[in-house]
């Protein structure tokens, strides 16, 4: 999905047919998304004051990290205050390190998959 820009572009946008020996040229990947502001601006500005104090928003019901765009708009008004954000993100994840060992996280994903065994559906 991501553009392939730079001395590797123009082999990766160009095809050769095996059989008639044809040559083709793909048009590269294009996206539109919303830029000055993003679509979550407008939120991210009204209810900054919720989402820092305590670096989680709640979406259906979990609370997650804030996303990227945020922490990025908040790192440009407030740097001093990011800084410690993150700070305390890191402390937070060295205090969590034995939940993410690799066996437990083995432990997380088979728990996960037998959850997802639960959800199919009967197709009669």
């Not at 082999?11 to 020996?21: C, R, V």
Request: cysteine-free; proline content about 6%; aromatic content about 12%.
């Amino acid at each position: 999905m991501k553009k392939v820009t730079g001395k590797n572009a123009k082999e990766h946008y160009t095809e050769i047919d095996p059989e008639s020996g044809e040559i083709t040229t793909r048009k590269p990947e294009f996206t539109k998304m919303s830029l000055k502001p993003g679509i979550g601006y407008e939120w991210y500005k009204k209810y900054t004051s919720d989402v820092y104090p305590h670096d989680y928003v709640v979406i259906r019901g979990k609370k997650v990290k804030p996303p990227k765009y945020y922490d990025k708009n908040y790192k440009i008004e407030n740097p001093y205050e990011f800084d410690e954000i993150l700070y305390f993100r890191e402390k937070s994840a060295k205090l969590n390190y034995e939940d993410n060992t690799t066996e437990r996280l083995l432990v997380k994903e088979q728990v996960t998959q037998a959850k997802l065994q639960k959800l199919k559906r009967n197709l009669t």
